[in-house]
C-alpha cells in the first residue's frame, strides 16, 4: 500500500526532469534523444529523493517524510470483511531504490521498478469481517512495519495540440504491487480483549504476505485513480518540448 503512494512523485520526476531553463538547478537535464535515456531518468530521480522528502513546492510534490495518507477505504464488505484506515502516517517512503526502469519516447511508455526498504507505517483502523479464516472486529490505532515491499508501474501517454502547443497526456496508468515482509500490531480489538487481540496480531503475523496480497489490490486501483489525476494535474503545466528537449 504505501509503496504505491510515491508513484505519482516519481511519474512527475519522470516527466519534469528534462526540463531545462525554468526548472530548479537540483533537476538534471536529460534529452529525449539520449541513448542512455533510463539511466538518466533514474540517475535523476535518485538526486531528487532529499528533496522529495522534504517537499518541492515549484513542482506541487508534497513532502515524503511523514506521507500523509489520511482515510482510505481498503476493504468495502465484498469480500467478507470491511477495512478501514484513518490518520494514516508513513516514515521512510523517500528511501525508495528504483531498480528498473525503461523509457522509451518512440513508443511513449514508461516502465519502471522500485522497492522500498524499510517503512513504518500508524494510524487509526476499523475491521469487521472474517480474514483467514477467523472473525476479526475492532477499531483503534495501529502500527506497522514493512520492509521490501516492490510497486510495478507501466505508463503509457501520447501527445495533444492545444493552442497549437504540444501537451503529453497520460493514457494509462497501471500499477501493480508485491508485498514484502513486515508486522501489524492491531489495538483494541475486540473491545480491548487482550487474550483474543494477542491471537489475531499473532496469526496476521504467522501470515503477513496472505494478509497483505488479499487487501492489496483494492488499494493499488484507488491510488491509480488519485495519482493519474495528479500527473494530469502536473503535466497541463508543460509543453512536450519543455518536458523532452531534443
Known sequence: MQST????????????VSLAGSMP??????HRNDPELSKCLKSSVHNLRPYLAKGIKELNVPPLEPLYIGELSILDGSAGITVRAKKLNILGASNFEITKLRASTQNRRFDFELILPHLQGEGMYEINGNILALPIKGNGPFTGNFTNFVAYVRVQYDIKKSNDLDYLHVKEFALKIRTGKGNLKLENLFNGD??????????????????????????ARALETNFLAITTKILENFTYNELFPV
Open 25 to 30: 538547478e537540483y533537476i538534471q537535464v536529460c
Open 5 to 16: 503512494l510515491i508513484v505519482a512523485s516519481l511519474m512527475m520526476c519522470f516527466l519534469g
Open 194 to 219: 487482550k487474550v483474543l487481540g494477542d491471537v489475531i496480531n499473532d496469526t496476521i503475523n504467522q501470515n503477513f504476505e496472505v494478509f497483505t496480497n488479499e487487501v492489496i489490490a483494492p488499494i
